[in-house]
Nanobody, 124 residues
Framework: QVQLVESGGGLVQAGDSLTLSCAAS????????MGWFRQAPGKERTFVAA????????NYVGSVKGRFAISRDNAKNTVYLQMNSLKPEDTAVYFC?????????????????WGQGTQVTVSS
């Protein structure tokens, strides 16, 4: 069993930055990939970014490339999502997820464990 707890969300203005964290416990964190997904009001949950078990491979949705950066600290069992130049359309609940296969996959159905989410609101 893997427990994931997100933190770092909040209300910011357009152009600001935020860093989300996801702390993992349970199994060996360094052996599985981590992903960030988001769900805007009235919309389906969509992929944002993912990082492989080693950290050497990352994957981003096109709309956040160059603005967001995913990273991990295996010593702290934590994955981060640095979000810069935030836009109102980035407003959503952000979820982290763990994929025991270890690949930086963008498909939500391959992830085995999910956190409860953290709200990010970007005002214009």
């Amino acid at each position: 069993q893997v427990q994931l707890v997100e933190s770092g969300g909040g209300l910011v203005q357009a152009g600001d930055s935020l860093t989300l964290s996801c702390a993992a416990s349970g199994r060996t964190f360094s052996s599985y990939a981590m992903g960030w997904f988001r769900q805007a009001p009235g919309k389906e949950r969509t992929f944002v970014a993912a990082i492989s078990w080693s950290g050497r491979s990352t994957n981003y949705v096109g709309s956040v490339k160059g603005r967001f950066a995913i990273s991990r600290d295996n010593a702290k069992n934590t994955v981060y999502l640095q979000m810069n130049s935030l836009k109102p359309e980035d407003t959503a609940v952000y979820f982290c997820a763990a994929d025991l296969r270890g690949y930086a996959d963008d498909r939500s159905d391959v992830y085995d464990y999910w956190g409860q989410g953290t709200q990010v609101t970007v005002s214009s």
